[in-house]
């Protein structure tokens, strides 16, 4: 299974990289596109574009069904947002057992077990965040679980969730010193794990180890959140260290091991759509016909060294749509990457909360709807309710005013940031790094004295 080193004229050939003030954009190859049967009986076109995966020769869809963000009491919608995936050329579906609150897995088991084992392949996690897991054997029940809950005998994309997050002492507690990854790549040999890689957020000396060992461990797939904002605008200093790296640097170190890319976060959980309306004027005079998602899934996607692009789709509107955007993909033109680099880097000077509503720092023990506070003040920011340079602004008292009477008939006062008590029960749990106390502080002072 040992890769053969690239020399830097295949690396450059394979990553795509070019020189200059526009974003490192690439050629498509290699990407197929065919149309097959869906259900065995009546024919339907499949304009789906696919990736192969190195080590498999599987044909897998560019466009992946990211399953966190479905509804845990409507298993009746989730069948049909699945069938309609299927039929359409949608095969890689991404879970994990902390997703809706422990039940995403089930829910997804459900739905899937219900179509032809060989229409899909099925991604989990070993999500043991929680000490109760850190042992060989807790981790084993968490593991098998997963199969149950699943409907299935092997798993076919199966990750170590979310390394990165407290550092290297998290990983070796994880996944090091209990032998669970060892484990885990025994599992790989036998077969019940067919492709094993992980998830990466956080410290990026844990995503550098990893990949670094990778002669010992072959990683088949690495996922890492990658947009056209955090290409080169993700990087936050702490401690003297990088957390959450540029994409940029995450995706050519794979593509220069030969690791194929997961990605995760591709419209940012839906912050993108949000940004202000001079940028969306902007890509709307290029494309009058497209969304922000259709840019933001094309930008994404055009990448070679991507695998699959997850979208975390939970109503039927945006499962069209993204599916349209990827049947078949239509890369971005230089144009169009010069476009969206100057609207990141613009977007870089507005003091937004890097939050994508993920939702893992959820329930806060005081009620606190966290993911809600920072949308609500990220649409003020993009749209300049609180316009920089703030307290300087002439206009900004009556700014503030206007924002403090939308955000009090927006929330009720039990949500409201102000019942944050910092208690940081949420620090260890927020996989952008976020200092969510810090940041609902700043939402108070906005609204204190209104």
């Given at each position: 299974m040992k890769r053969r080193s690239l020399n830097r004229r295949e690396f450059l050939k394979r990553a795509g990289i070019v020189t200059g003030g526009a974003m490192a954009m690439m050629a498509l190859d290699p990407i197929t596109s065919f149309a097959r049967n869906n259900d065995g009986n009546k024919p339907s076109e499949n304009l789906m574009t696919y990736r192969t995966q190195h080590g498999s020769g599987e044909?897998?869809?560019?466009?992946?069904?990211?399953?966190?963000?479905?509804?845990?009491d409507n298993?009746?919608?989730?069948?049909?947002?699945?069938?309609?995936?299927?039929?359409?050329?949608?095969?890689?579906?991404?879970?994990?057992?902390?997703?809706?609150?422990?039940?995403n897995e089930e829910i997804t088991g459900n739905a899937l077990c219900r179509?032809?084992?060989?229409?899909?392949?099925?991604?989990?996690?070993?999500s043991n965040y929680d000490q109760k897991y850190w042992t060989l054997e807790g981790a084993k029940q968490m593991y098998e679980d997963s199969f149950k809950k699943l409907r299935v005998d092997y798993i076919d994309y199966y990750l170590l969730h979310g390394v990165g997050q407290n550092g290297m002492e998290a990983l070796e507690n994880r996944f090091l010193k209990n032998?669970?990854?060892?484990?885990?790549?025994?599992?790989?040999?036998?077969?019940?794990?067919?492709?094993l890689g992980f998830s990466y957020h956080g410290d990026v000396r844990v995503f550098d180890w990893l990949i670094d060992h990778n002669d010992k461990y072959h990683w088949d797939f690495v996922q890492i959140q990658m947009n056209f904002l955090d290409w080169r605008h993700a990087s936050l200093e702490k401690g003297g260290w990088k957390v959450d790296a540029d994409a940029e640097y995450?995706?050519?170190?794979?593509?220069?091991?030969?690791?194929?890319?997961?990605?995760?976060?591709?419209?940012?959980?839906?912050?993108?759509?949000?940004?202000?309306?001079?940028?969306?004027?902007?890509l709307k005079a290029m494309r009058p016909n497209d969304t922000v998602a259709r840019w933001a899934f094309r930008w994404v996607s055009s990448h070679p060294?991507?695998?699959?692009?997850?979208?975390?789709?939970?109503?039927?509107?945006?499962?069209?749509?993204?599916?349209?955007?990827?049947?078949?993909?239509?890369?971005?033109?230089?144009?169009?990457?010069e476009l969206l680099e100057s609207i990141a880097d613009a977007m870089v000077g507005i003091p937004t909360v890097p939050c994508t509503a993920c939702a893992y720092c959820m329930p806060c023990p005081y009620g606190v709807d966290i993911p809600g506070n920072f949308g609500f003040y990220n649409d003020a920011m993009n749209n300049k309710l609180l316009p920089l340079p703030e307290k300087s602004n002439p206009n900004y008292s009556k700014q503030q005013a206007e924002f403090a009477k939308q955000y009090r008939e927006h929330f009720k006062a039990e949500v409201r940031a102000n019942q944050c008590m910092d208690c940081?029960?949420?620090?260890?749990?927020?996989?952008?790094?976020?200092?969510?106390?810090?940041?609902?502080?700043?939402?108070?002072?906005?609204?204190?004295?209104?």
């Amino acid at each position: 299974m040992k890769r053969r080193s690239l020399n830097r004229r295949e690396f450059l050939k394979r990553a795509g990289i070019v020189t200059g003030g526009a974003m490192a954009m690439m050629a498509l190859d290699p990407i197929t596109s065919f149309a097959r049967n869906n259900d065995g009986n009546k024919p339907s076109e499949n304009l789906m574009t696919y990736r192969t995966q190195h080590g498999s020769g599987e044909k897998v869809s560019l466009l992946g069904f990211g399953m966190m963000r479905l509804p845990r009491d409507n298993q009746e919608l989730v069948n049909q947002l699945v069938d309609y995936a299927i039929a359409h050329g949608v095969n890689y579906f991404d879970t994990a057992p902390m997703y809706g609150r422990g039940l995403n897995e089930e829910i997804t088991g459900n739905a899937l077990c219900r179509h032809p084992r060989d229409k899909y392949f099925v991604a989990t996690k070993m999500s043991n965040y929680d000490q109760k897991y850190w042992t060989l054997e807790g981790a084993k029940q968490m593991y098998e679980d997963s199969f149950k809950k699943l409907r299935v005998d092997y798993i076919d994309y199966y990750l170590l969730h979310g390394v990165g997050q407290n550092g290297m002492e998290a990983l070796e507690n994880r996944f090091l010193k209990n032998g669970l990854l060892d484990f885990l790549v025994k599992e790989r040999e036998a077969g019940r794990i067919r492709h094993l890689g992980f998830s990466y957020h956080g410290d990026v000396r844990v995503f550098d180890w990893l990949i670094d060992h990778n002669d010992k461990y072959h990683w088949d797939f690495v996922q890492i959140q990658m947009n056209f904002l955090d290409w080169r605008h993700a990087s936050l200093e702490k401690g003297g260290w990088k957390v959450d790296a540029d994409a940029e640097y995450l995706y050519n170190k794979l593509a220069k091991a030969g690791i194929q890319a997961v990605i995760m976060e591709p419209f940012r959980g839906g912050a993108l759509s949000k940004m202000a309306q001079e940028h969306i004027d902007k890509l709307k005079a290029m494309r009058p016909n497209d969304t922000v998602a259709r840019w933001a899934f094309r930008w994404v996607s055009s990448h070679p060294n991507i695998l699959t692009t997850l979208s975390g789709m939970n109503v039927m509107e945006h499962l069209i749509e993204n599916v349209a955007t990827h049947s078949p993909l239509e890369p971005c033109t230089a144009a169009e990457n010069e476009l969206l680099e100057s609207i990141a880097d613009a977007m870089v000077g507005i003091p937004t909360v890097p939050c994508t509503a993920c939702a893992y720092c959820m329930p806060c023990p005081y009620g606190v709807d966290i993911p809600g506070n920072f949308g609500f003040y990220n649409d003020a920011m993009n749209n300049k309710l609180l316009p920089l340079p703030e307290k300087s602004n002439p206009n900004y008292s009556k700014q503030q005013a206007e924002f403090a009477k939308q955000y009090r008939e927006h929330f009720k006062a039990e949500v409201r940031a102000n019942q944050c008590m910092d208690c940081e029960e949420c620090l260890k749990k927020c996989p952008q790094g976020i200092r969510i106390p810090n940041q609902l502080a700043r939402i108070n002072d906005i609204l204190r004295g209104r």
